[in-house]
């Protein structure tokens, strides 16, 4: 009897430490939307910020016809690297794109649509954030636009903005573009996050 008191102790304290760490925190849906929310801007800015560090370099060393070669073949690991680290998915999305995958698709047509809509009326666009695939993922978007004079080099107007060199290379990499004739302000395109809800909930 004696023998079993000191293994009776453990095998409780050892039973209320495992109940301890199998307590499920309960977060209701509105916290977790709002986790969703914040971290998908935040991821968005840790790649937009990845990808003009890159750009800027590539312009320095190439000038603009090497940040072209830069988005074509670099751009895209980029984003991949960013999602993979975080398990989600990215995407730069636009329906006057430079890139054929850019193309939205079903999920985030009527977003970006939205946006244009706002944008073609004057209007500010706001991050969104919505439920797909049954509640299990949420799409956070966040619209993209031509914020200087920097970018115009490359999506502005050809013979006013865009040097005839940069006109060459757009047209050999991308014959199909359709991302000219920007000015300062205009709607780009939008940032597109599909987020897991099971890794939003990991993170609270």
Known sequence: MLACGPQ??????TFEQVNEAMDVKRFTEAEILEEAMAWGDSITNEAQAQLISNLQKAIAENGTTGALEFCNVQALPILEKTANHYQVGIRRVSNR???PSNLPNEDESPILDAYEYTAENNGKSDPNI???EEGAVFLYTKPITIPGKFCLSCHGTPGLDIDAPTAQK?????????AIDHKVGDLRGMWSVRIPKKEVVKRL
């Not at 009776?8 to 304290?13: A, G, H, L, Y």
């Not at 757009?170 to 359709?178: F, G, I, R, S, V």
């Open 170 to 178: 757009l047209a050999q990499l991308y014959p199909n573009d359709k």
């Open 130 to 132: 919505q439920k797909i």
């Open 8 to 13: 009776e102790r453990i095998s409780k304290d």
């Open 97 to 99: 794109n430079r890139n």
